[in-house]
């Protein structure tokens, strides 16, 4: 009989094996798949150390300069030459310009019978201004090159023209000297040689407009121009005061004022001086501050409008951010209600309680102290409630609970759980605020403190 083994197959089972590697791959996955989870779960708390400093405010401010101005104006017609420079202080009868009404006068002067050749001393004079200019020519303000090239040519011309007094004889000999007017200063100041519709503007004449730079408009008055009677020839600056005017808010104003002087830095030169601080507030609120000054006018004659600095005091201390701060409610009590009692140093109240038979008795609750008045303190609102009557030591008058009061803070994370902290604002911008240091129930330099209160609850455990 043949065997039916030899036609049966068996199939061949292979030994199970673990896959080590993919075990250990499979643990990491679910690992990290639970971190995830719990990362985008749970409270994210950030801490933030707590560091002295101040704040850094924009003190940078736009003016615009008032003098008292009086423009003069041209009684002929004819062409205009100066003898007086720009900036220049004159006197009472001084010769400030000529009026020329033939035109001849310029042509006389630059023909070969008149001697326009510059000195020595006035070459060293030019000099001297030309390199005052280069040494504290600032890129940022490149307008002043343009009143640089009139201050050169107001001395050029100045210089130039003094060659006429000098030979008056040859111009009365010409017969020119009947079609020349010699126009001199009514009164004592600065001379300037350009108009612009501001020079009697007042304070309480001031809009936010005044100082859209588009809508300026200054005229330069030219040498050897014709003009006609009526027309601006110059004008004079009187008397040393003088004044700048800035727009701010109403906060910074209220500083200012508080203050009554305040130290100005002129960016245009860097010079510093106190100015004596005024206000106005127009009819669209627009709130301007005036900042007198007894010096320094003639520096800035030729300019409306003045860039300067206002060099205010600092708030110095603990520098925290504004996220940090809230607003939390407290038990107020009086302070002769508080004691020091139970088994340690801890401050707290007598509680009224009672027994199961009724009979009242009293029991010392320790509590915090968060911040005080003269006559009251602030203590925690998580032991007492509302209506509790607290037991005056060594007395038998009662207070009932009731007063509530807020306190502004940031919640301390030094021991591992959120601790409220009262904090004294000092100062404060759009990000941070700068708050008084070693209080006795505030914080402290280097203490770290939450950086988002809005993400804790008082007393909630951090680590």
Same mark, same amino acid.
């Given at each position: 009989?043949?065997? #039916?083994?030899?036609?049966?197959?068996?199939?061949?089972?292979?030994?199970?094996?673990?896959?080590?590697?993919?075990?250990?791959? &499979?643990?990491?996955?679910?690992y990290i798949i639970i971190?995830?989870?719990?990362?985008?779960?749970?409270?994210?708390?950030? &801490?933030?150390?707590?560091?002295?400093?101040?704040?850094?405010? !924009?003190?940078?401010?736009?003016?615009?300069?008032?003098?008292?101005?009086?423009?003069?104006?041209? *009684?002929?017609?004819?062409?205009?030459?100066?003898? &007086?420079?720009?900036?220049?202080?004159?006197?009472?009868?001084?010769?400030?310009?000529?009026?020329?009404?033939?035109?001849? =006068?310029?042509?006389?002067? !630059?023909?070969?019978?008149?001697?326009?050749? +510059?000195?020595?001393?006035?070459? #060293?004079?030019?000099?001297?201004?030309? =390199?005052?200019?280069? !040494?504290?020519?600032?890129?940022?303000?490149?307008?002043?090159?343009?009143?640089?090239?009139?201050?050169?040519?107001?001395?050029?011309?100045?210089? &130039? !023209?003094?060659?006429?007094?000098?030979?008056?004889?040859?111009?009365?000999?010409?017969?020119?000297?009947?079609?020349?007017?010699?126009?001199?200063?009514?009164?004592?100041?600065?001379?300037?040689?350009?108009?612009?519709?501001?020079? $009697?503007?007042?304070?309480?004449?001031?809009?936010? $407009?005044?100082? $859209?730079?588009?809508?300026?408009?200054?005229?330069?008055?030219?040498?050897?121009? =014709?003009?006609?009677?009526?027309?601006? %020839?110059?004008?004079?600056?009187?008397?040393?005061?003088?004044?700048?005017?800035? *727009? %701010?808010?109403r906060k910074k104003a209220?500083? +200012?004022?508080?203050?009554?002087?305040?130290?100005?830095?002129?960016?245009?030169?860097?010079?510093?001086?106190?100015?004596?601080?005024?206000?106005?507030? #127009?009819?669209?609120?627009?709130?301007?501050?005036?900042?007198?000054?007894?010096?320094?006018?003639?520096?800035?004659?030729?300019?409306?409008?003045?860039?300067?600095?206002?060099?205010?005091?600092?708030?110095?201390?603990?520098?925290?951010?504004?996220?940090?701060?809230?607003?939390?409610?407290?038990?107020?009590?009086?302070?002769?209600?508080?004691?020091?009692?139970?088994?340690?140093?801890?401050?707290?109240?007598?509680?009224?309680?009672?027994?199961?038979?009724?009979?009242?008795?009293?029991?010392?609750?320790?509590?915090?102290?968060?911040?005080?008045?003269?006559?009251?303190?602030?203590?925690?609102?998580?032991? =007492?409630?509302?209506?509790?009557?607290?037991?005056?030591?060594?007395?038998?008058?009662?207070?009932?609970?009731?007063?509530?009061?807020?306190?502004?803070?940031?919640?301390?994370?030094?021991?591992?759980?959120?601790?409220?902290?009262?904090?004294?604002?000092?100062? *404060?911008?759009?990000?941070?605020?700068?708050?008084?240091?070693?209080?006795?129930?505030?914080?402290?330099?280097?203490?770290?403190?939450?950086?988002?209160?809005?993400?804790?609850?008082?007393?909630?455990?951090?680590?």
């Amino acid at each position: 009989m043949e065997d #039916n083994r030899s036609n049966k197959i068996v199939k061949y089972r292979r030994p199970f094996r673990i896959n080590i590697g993919m075990v250990i791959f &499979a643990v990491i996955f679910v690992y990290i798949i639970i971190c995830v989870f719990m990362y985008f779960t749970q409270k994210h708390i950030e &801490a933030h150390q707590v560091t002295m400093g101040s704040l850094s405010s !924009n003190n940078i401010y736009k003016g615009i300069a008032l003098r008292e101005e009086e423009i003069v104006t041209a *009684q002929k017609t004819g062409y205009v030459n100066y003898y &007086a420079r720009e900036g220049e202080r004159v006197g009472v009868g001084n010769l400030v310009y000529t009026l020329d009404e033939s035109g001849q =006068l310029a042509d006389y002067m !630059n023909s070969e019978n008149s001697d326009n050749t +510059l000195t020595a001393r006035d070459l #060293n004079e030019l000099k001297t201004e030309i =390199l005052g200019f280069k !040494n504290n020519f600032d890129k940022e303000y490149f307008s002043s090159v343009y009143d640089f090239k009139y201050s050169v040519k107001g001395t050029v011309l100045k210089l &130039a !023209n003094a060659n006429i007094l000098e030979n008056i004889d040859k111009i009365n000999a010409s017969g020119m000297s009947e079609l020349i007017s010699f126009c001199r200063a009514p009164s004592t100041g600065i001379i300037i040689y350009s108009v612009d519709g501001y020079e $009697d503007l007042t304070l309480e004449q001031f809009t936010s $407009d005044l100082y $859209d730079i588009k809508n300026y408009e200054k005229t330069q008055l030219i040498e050897n121009d =014709l003009v006609e009677v009526g027309q601006p %020839v110059y004008k004079i600056s009187k008397k040393e005061d003088w004044s700048i005017v800035i *727009q %701010v808010d109403r906060k910074k104003a209220d500083e +200012l004022l508080d203050a009554e002087y305040v130290k100005v830095k002129f960016l245009k030169n860097q010079d510093i001086s106190w100015g004596e601080v005024s206000s106005y507030t #127009n009819a669209e609120g627009d709130i301007f501050v005036e900042l007198t000054f007894t010096n320094s006018m003639v520096t800035f004659c030729t300019d409306r409008f003045i860039d300067i600095e206002l060099i205010l005091e600092e708030d110095t201390g603990l520098k925290i951010p504004n996220s940090a701060i809230v607003q939390k409610e407290f038990f107020i009590i009086p302070k002769e209600y508080v004691i020091q009692g139970g088994n340690s140093s801890d401050y707290g109240v007598m509680l009224e309680t009672y027994a199961e038979d009724g009979t009242a008795t009293t029991e010392f609750i320790a509590t915090t102290i968060y911040g005080e008045t003269d006559t009251e303190y602030y203590i925690d609102d998580m032991v =007492l409630r509302i209506g509790n009557y607290i037991i005056k030591p060594e007395s038998t008058e009662k207070y009932a609970i009731s007063k509530r009061g807020s306190l502004t803070g940031v919640y301390n994370i030094n021991k591992g759980y959120a601790d409220f902290k009262q904090i004294n604002l000092l100062d *404060q911008n759009d990000e941070y605020s700068i708050v008084k240091s070693n209080t006795q129930y505030g914080l402290n330099v280097y203490d770290y403190i939450v950086l988002d209160a809005t993400a804790v609850e008082d007393n909630e455990f951090i680590y």
